[in-house]
């Protein structure tokens, strides 16, 4: 095991992606501060120590942060969670910018700040974007989750006020067998009854869960050099009718149906458009920057995922 010095304040360390980083960086030596809402359990797992309470209200989870050397922000109500009613589009929002607006004042009153901020985005920065090759410096979309990753992204940034290096990662759909797309799909699959979501020729920006710690990692380390936002997503970017078609042949079943966008839009209303909102998202800066990506391609990244 790797000797660090460090210690990584994680917020969403329960979810998908936090419960698996938390993993690594005590494998690799961290001290992790893992932050959840409720009260934290009794259990101790040698080095990672949790901390409850609300990241907007002052809190024993504050001196947990003080004594950190960086914070990975993943905290978030599901964006996928139900219809986005005009309450549940406040508590997307509230979730992600105001917990982020508390960690960075809580930070900038620290004697001795941490360092690093990192903190998720999403894809749907973009917005839906057809065909277009979308780089980190290319402008946001105009819909609500653009809007609420543009307030949210630049929530983060202010942590630069308070000293700390900060990276955005604009995460595309995070493949895994636990939860997420993949999880919630494959029961469909295996019946025979998968198929493209929206319209076939809509890009689909995915990334194996391996690669999104590894991408976190990367960032915490600095490999990211002093870009500010990574986009988080396989090389391979595909189209929904590849992905639809690649999974089917993986589980050796057909994928032949087909739901159409507005048979979603009817479903889930505006969610519906968030979901079928095409981007062409293309790692630019991770992979200049030198990140190795485990999964870059669709197929060998389902099939680790599945087999
Ligand atoms: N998974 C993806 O495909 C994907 C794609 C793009 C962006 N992202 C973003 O990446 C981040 C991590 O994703 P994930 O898949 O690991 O998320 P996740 O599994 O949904 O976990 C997010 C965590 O946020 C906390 N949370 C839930 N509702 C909250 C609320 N109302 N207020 C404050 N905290 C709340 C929960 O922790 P506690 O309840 O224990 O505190 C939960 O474990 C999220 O911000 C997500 O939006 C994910």
Redesign the pocket.
């Known amino acids: 095991m790797a000797v660090s010095e460090r210690t990584v304040f994680v917020t969403?360390a329960?979810?998908?992606?936090?419960a698996r980083l938390c993993e690594k960086l005590v494998a690799g030596g961290d001290r992790v501060l893992a932050h959840?809402?409720?009260p934290p359990p009794a259990a101790r797992v040698p080095g990672l120590t949790w901390f409850g309470g609300d990241l907007c209200s002052p809190g024993e989870w504050e001196s947990a942060l003080a004594e950190s050397d960086a914070v990975v922000h993943?905290?978030?109500?599901?964006?996928v969670a139900g219809r986005w009613t005009p309450a549940r589009k406040r508590?997307l929002r509230a979730?992600?910018i105001a917990?982020t607006r508390g960690l960075v004042e809580a930070m900038a009153r620290c004697s001795s700040p941490p360092s690093v901020f990192v903190c998720?985005s999403?894809?749907g920065y973009y917005g839906a974007r057809g065909a277009e090759a979308l780089e980190e410096d290319s402008g946001p979309g105009g819909d609500f989750l653009a809007q609420l990753c543009v307030d949210w992204e630049a929530a983060a940034l202010a942590a630069q006020q308070a000293g700390a290096r900060v990276v955005r990662l604009r995460?595309?759909?995070?493949l895994s067998r636990r939860?997420?797309?993949l999880a919630s799909v494959l029961p469909l699959y295996r019946l025979g009854l998968g198929g493209a979501m929206g319209s076939p020729a809509s890009y689909f920006p995915w990334l194996h869960e391996d690669d999104a710690t590894g991408l976190i990692a990367f960032a915490l380390a600095g490999g990211a050099g002093e870009e500010s936002v990574l986009n988080a997503a396989a090389p391979q970017c595909v189209t929904m009718g590849e992905w639809a078609r690649t999974l089917g042949r993986i589980l050796k079943r057909p994928a032949l149906f087909r739901v159409p966008e507005v048979a979603l839009r009817l479903a889930f209303g505006e969610m519906g458009e968030a979901l079928v909102a095409g981007q062409r998202v293309v790692p630019k800066a991770a992979l200049s920057g030198g990140y190795d990506f485990a999964y870059p391609e669709l197929e060998a990244a389902l099939r680790a995922l599945i087999r």
């Open positions: 969403g329960t979810g998908l992606v936090g959840r809402r409720r993943l905290a978030g109500a599901s964006i508590e979730s992600r917990t998720a999403a894809s995460f595309g759909a995070i939860s997420g797309v």
